[in-house]
């Protein structure tokens, strides 16, 4: 059975920082796509920051330049890391693996 298993989430203050990871077992981080997405209260889950299988990564625009996303194939884990956090960053973050696979999330609240 593949899992993905999130952790880092918490609270931070504004212009603070995490870092997230997503542990996969029984799948491949390194040949399958990964992202993460955040769901805030009352709105659409959404793409945060996504990496191929080729390494290439993308992000949404609100998030360029203050987050990366990484991984390790060695660890088979994947990594969100959130530098000079804003309130509007405040969501459950889930891992996502391929199509159709998903962590069961993370809740960063980002206040002062």
């Known amino acids: 059975q593949v899992t993905l298993v999130e952790s880092g989430g918490g609270l931070v203050q504004p212009g603070g920082s995490l870092r997230l990871s997503c542990v996969a077992s029984?799948?491949?981080?390194?040949?399958?796509?990964m992202g993460w997405y955040r769901q805030a209260p009352g709105k659409q889950r959404e793409l945060v920051a996504q990496i191929t299988s080729g390494g290439s990564t993308n992000y949404a625009d609100d998030v360029k330049g203050r987050f990366t996303i990484s991984r390790d194939n060695v660890k088979n884990t994947v990594y969100l890391q959130m530098n000079n956090l804003k309130p509007e960053d405040t969501a459950v973050y889930y891992c996502r693996c391929g199509d159709i696979y998903w962590g069961q999330g993370t809740q960063v609240t980002v206040s002062s």
């Open positions: 029984r799948i491949s981080v390194r040949f399958n796509a």
